[in-house]
C-alpha cells in the first residue's frame, strides 16, 4: 500500500513552526548575548584566572582540610596583596611625581644640566643627541614651544593608557575574586566544562578537548604573562635601586612589552645609555649596565621552560593575539587575547588532524 503524501497545507504548517521556533531562539540568543556581552571580558579573564591557579588550588587544599572555600579564598588575598600593594605604591609615586612637576613647573625653576662633550662623539646619533640636549639646557622653554603638537599627542596617549591601565586593574581585581568562586567548585565547574566539549565534540572527544585547552591556557598564562611579569621585576628592582627617573613606568612598559613578544631591550638599552651619559663609565654603571641587559633577555631563557609545556604555540600566534586584544580591549585584552587566540590556534589544528580514516572497501571475488 502507498503511503499517503503529505498535503501542501500541513508542510506549510510545519514549516511555518520552524521557523517561528528559529526566530524564537535566534531573538533569546541576540537578548542573552547583548545582557552577557559588558562582563565578557570579565569572565574570560576569570576563567583564564581559574584555569591557571587552580593546580595550586589543589595543592594546598590537602594542607588546609580539603577546604575548597578557604583554599580559594587564601589563593585570591595572597595575590590581591601581591598584586594591589606595588599597584598603590605604583600610584603614590605617579601622583607625588606629578604634583611635583607641577609645582617645578609653576616655579620655572626646572634646570637641565648641560651634556658631557664625550656625548658628542657617540656613533651615528652623537651630534644630534649633543645639540638638542644642549638647546634643553639653554632655551627649555623654546625647546617645548617648537614641540607642542608632538607632546600634546603624547601626553593625551600617556593618559589614555593610564587609564586604561588603572581600568585594567580593577577589573583584574573583580575578575580574580570571580576566579576565587570559581576555584572553590573546582570539580563541578570541570564537569560542566566536560559535559559542555562533549556535547559539541562528541562523548570521546570532549574530555580530551577540555584538557587541551586547560593546557592551552596555563601554558600561555604562566609563558607568557607570566615571564613578563618576572622579567619586570628583574628590571625594575634595578631602576628602582639605581634611581632611574620613572623608574615605576618604565617597569611597566617592560611588562608590556613582554606580554607584546616585544624585545625589554628597547627599554633597557636607552636607560643603560642615559646611565652612561649621567655617570660616565663607572664601576657602578658597567655593573648596572650588564645586569639591566642581561635581564632584559632572561625571556630567552624562560620562554621555552615555561611556554613549551605540553602546548606548541607559535610566537607569531601569541603576538597577533596580543596587539589584536590590546586594539580591541584596551590593556585587558592585552592579556585575554594571546591566551584566547593560542586556543582557538589549537582547536583549529586538532580539527584539521581529525580526519576520518578512510575505510577501505572490500575487493571483489575473481571468478575462477
Not at 50 to 72: E, S, V
Not at 219 to 235: D, N, P, R, T
Not at 285 to 298: D, P
Request: glycine share 12%; net charge positive; hydrophobic share 55%.
Amino acid at each position: 500500500m502507498l503511503s499517503t503524501p503529505i498535503s501542501e497545507k500541513a508542510w506549510s504548517r510545519g514549516m511555518l513552526d520552524v521557523l517561528i521556533r528559529a526566530g524564537l531562539i535566534a531573538v533569546l540568543a541576540i537578548v542573552c548575548f547583548r545582557i552577557f556581552y559588558p562582563f565578557g571580558s570579565l569572565l574570560v579573564w576569570s576563567l583564564i584566572l581559574a584555569i591557571t591557579l587552580y593546580p595550586l588550588h589543589l595543592k594546598l587544599r590537602p594542607k588546609l582540610g580539603n577546604k575548597d572555600g578557604m583554599t580559594a579564598t587564601l589563593i585570591v588575598l595572597i595575590a590581591l596583596i601581591i598584586i594591589t600593594v606595588p599597584a598603590y605604591l605604583l600610584g603614590i609615586a605617579l601622583v607625588d611625581s606629578v604634583e611635583h612637576a607641577m609645582e617645578v613647573a609653576k616655579g620655572g625653576d626646572l634646570r637641565i644640566p648641560p651634556p658631557s662633550e664625550s656625548v658628542a662623539s657617540w656613533p651615528l646619533v652623537g651630534g644630534k643627541v649633543y645639540a638638542f640636549w644642549s638647546q634643553a639646557s639653554t632655551d627649555l622653554t623654546g625647546l617645548v614651544q617648537k614641540f607642542t603638537p608632538q607632546l600634546k599627542g603624547i601626553g593625551t596617549m600617556l593618559l589614555g593608557v593610564a587609564t586604561g591601565v588603572a581600568s585594567g586593574l580593577m577589573i583584574f581585581i573583580f575578575a580574580l575574586i570571580i576566579a576565587g568562586i570559581f576555584m572553590a567548585y573546582g570539580e563541578e565547574s570541570r564537569r560542566s566544562a566536560v559535559r559542555i566539549a562533549s556535547r559539541l565534540f562528541g562523548q570521546e572527544g570532549g574530555p580530551k578537548i577540555t584538557e587541551l585547552c586547560a593546557a592551552t591556557v596555563r601554558a600561555v598564562a604562566q609563558g607568557v604573562v607570566g615571564i613578563a611579569f618576572i622579567q619586570m621585576l628583574l628590571v625594575g628592582v634595578a631602576f628602582v635601586i639605581k634611581g632611574i627617573p620613572g623608574a615605576g613606568l618604565l617597569a611597566l612598559a617592560v611588562l608590556l612589552l613582554g606580554i607584546m613578544q616585544l624585545p625589554a631591550t628597547l627599554i633597557t638599552i636607552p636607560v643603560i645609555i642615559f646611565v652612561f651619559a649621567k655617570e660616565g663609565f663607572t664601576v657602578g654603571a658597567i655593573i648596572f649596565a650588564i645586569y639591566v641587559f642581561v635581564a632584559g633577555l632572561a625571556d630567552n631563557v624562560l620562554k621555552p621552560l615555561l611556554l613549551g609545556r605540553g602546548v606548541d604555540v607559535p610566537m607569531p600566534v601569541i603576538l597577533i593575539g596580543a596587539l589584536g586584544g590590546m586594539v580591541t580591549g584596551g590593556v585587558i585584552g592585552l592579556f585575554i587575547g594571546p591566551v584566547v587566540l593560542a586556543v582557538g590556534y589549537q582547536l583549529f589544528w586538532r580539527w584539521v588532524d581529525d580526519q576520518p580514516q578512510a575505510v577501505e572497501q572490500p575487493s571483489e571475488p575473481k571468478l575462477p
